[in-house]
C-alpha cells in the first residue's frame, strides 16, 4: 500500500549526520530551497463526482485516441491553444464561438479539441476537435447545427458550402478565401461523435489536404474505441500527489493523460509516442510541475533525455542544480527555464520564468515524489 503523503515545508532540511539527498551519503545540513513550493503539494485527486469533472475526465480519456498534428503535415510543428479537454457547453467556444445557444449543445458530452501551427512561418493553421453527443442522431443534427452557424458568420468571413473531394458524402464542408489564406472546415458524423477539423494556408489545396487526411486518419481511432469506461477515478495511479498544485484555472492542469494522449502536447507527437514507450510511461500528470512514472529507474533516466531535448533551442544552455540536488539536471534559454530529476522510476518536471523558479519548483517536487516513490 502506498504511504500517505504530508505537505512539505517551505525548505526540506536534514540535520543529521550520515543522511542523504540523491542517494549520497552527505554530512548535514541539507537545505533543499523550496520556496513558495514545499507547501503546494497537489492533494490526491480522487473521483470525478460532478458533471463537470466526469466530462473532463472521459475528454482525457478521449485524447489517447486524436490524430497527431504532426503526422498531417510535418510542417505543423508548433502545438497552440486551445489543446484542451472539453467539458462544458461553454468552452466548446474556445473551437467553434457563438454555437452555445444552438439546440443540439444541449446533448454535447464532452469532446477534445488539439491546434497546430508552424513555428518559423506561421502561415498554415490547423485545429482540430473531436465532439461527443448522446448518440448517433444528435451529432448528425450536429453537423448540420454548427456548420450552418459558420455558413451564416458573414461579419468577418464568408464561408460557403465547397466539395472536397475524397469526403463522405454525408459530411459538410466549408470554405473561405476572402482574406489573405484560405480557410477549410469540414463537419462529418461519425456515430455519436462529430470529427471537426479546420485549416488554413495561403492556397486552397493545402487546407483541402490537411481536412481530409484529418478525417482519413481521426475515423480508425475512433472506430477503434471500445465500451467506455465508467471508472470514475481521475488518478488511480496517485501520480498528482507528486506534483506541485496549479490554481491557475487551466483546463489541462490537474488532470492524468494516457500515453497517446501525452504525446498529443509535443511537437513531433510520434516521436514522442516511442519515447514513452521506450521509457515505459502509460501516464502523465500535468500540474503546477508534471510527473511520470517509467518501468525503471534506467527508463525514467532515459525519458529525462527526451525532456531535455525537447526543451532544447539555439538560445538553450545548461543551468545549475538546485541547492544540495545535483540530480536534478536543468537548462535555460531565452524564453524560460527548465529542471527535470528522476526518483526511483518517477520523473518529475518544471518549468520557471527564471532559473530560480524552476529550481525551487523541482526541489520541491523530488520531495514529494520521494514520499511517492517510498
Request: proline residues 5%; hydrophobic residues 35%; negative net charge.
Amino acid at each position: 500500500m502506498r504511504k500517505s503523503l504530508v505537505v512539505l515545508a517551505a525548505a526540506v532540511t536534514c540535520v543529521l549526520a550520515g543522511c542523504s539527498v540523491d542517494g549520497n551519503p552527505t554530512r548535514g545540513p541539507i537545505e533543499l530551497q523550496t520556496g513558495k513550493y514545499g507547501s503546494m503539494q497537489s492533494a490526491p485527486a480522487g473521483d470525478a463526482t460532478s458533471d463537470v469533472a466526469w466530462a473532463k475526465l472521459r475528454g482525457a480519456r478521449l485524447a489517447d485516441h486524436l490524430i497527431f498534428a504532426h503526422d498531417l503535415d510535418p510542417v505543423l510543428d508548433d502545438g497552440k491553444l486551445p489543446t484542451q479537454a472539453l467539458a462544458t457547453v461553454a468552452n466548446t467556444q474556445t473551437v467553434l464561438p457563438d454555437t452555445d445557444r444552438l439546440p443540439v449543445m444541449k446533448d454535447f458530452q464532452y469532446g477534445f479539441t488539439v491546434s497546430s501551427g508552424n513555428e518559423t512561418k506561421n502561415d498554415t493553421g490547423l485545429n482540430h476537435a473531436v465532439y461527443v453527443f448522446t448518440d448517433a442522431a444528435t451529432a448528425s443534427a450536429a453537423v448540420g447545427q454548427l456548420s450552418g452557424s459558420m455558413l451564416k458568420d458573414r461579419e468577418y468571413s464568408k464561408y460557403e458550402r465547397a466539395r472536397v473531394p475524397g469526403m463522405p458524402a454525408e459530411s459538410v464542408t466549408v470554405h473561405d478565401g476572402s482574406h489573405d489564406k484560405h480557410t477549410v472546415a469540414a463537419f462529418t458524423a461519425v456515430g455519436p461523435r462529430m470529427i471537426y477539423t479546420w485549416a488554413d494556408a495561403p492556397n486552397r489545396s493545402w487546407p483541402e489536404r490537411i481536412v481530409k487526411a484529418a478525417y482519413d486518419q481521426q475515423k480508425p481511432l475512433l472506430d477503434s474505441i471500445g465500451r467506455e469506461s465508467d471508472d470514475r477515478r481521475i488518478d488511480p495511479d496517485n501520480l498528482l500527489a507528486g506534483t506541485v498544485s496549479d490554481d491557475s484555472g487551466s483546463p489541462l492542469t490537474g488532470s492524468v493523460y494516457g500515453q497517446r494522449a501525452t504525446a498529443l502536447f509535443y511537437s513531433d507527437q510520434s516521436a514522442a509516442l516511442t519515447a514513452l514507450k521506450k521509457a515505459g510511461i502509460e501516464q502523465f500528470a500535468w500540474n503546477g510541475t508534471q510527473a511520470y512514472k517509467a518501468a525503471t529507474p534506467e527508463q525514467a533516466n532515459g525519458w529525462i533525455d527526451f525532456l531535455a531535448h525537447d526543451f532544447t533551442d539555439e538560445t538553450s544552455r545548461k543551468a545549475a542544480s538546485p541547492q544540495d540536488l545535483n540530480v536534478a539536471r536543468c537548462m535555460s534559454r531565452d524564453d524560460r527555464s527548465a529542471c527535470f530529476v528522476a526518483v526511483g522510476p518517477y520523473v518529475g518536471e518544471a518549468y520557471g520564468d527564471d532559473l530560480k523558479d524552476a529550481q525551487e519548483k523541482i526541489s520541491a517536487q523530488y520531495g514529494f515524489l520521494t514520499k511517492l516513490n517510498g
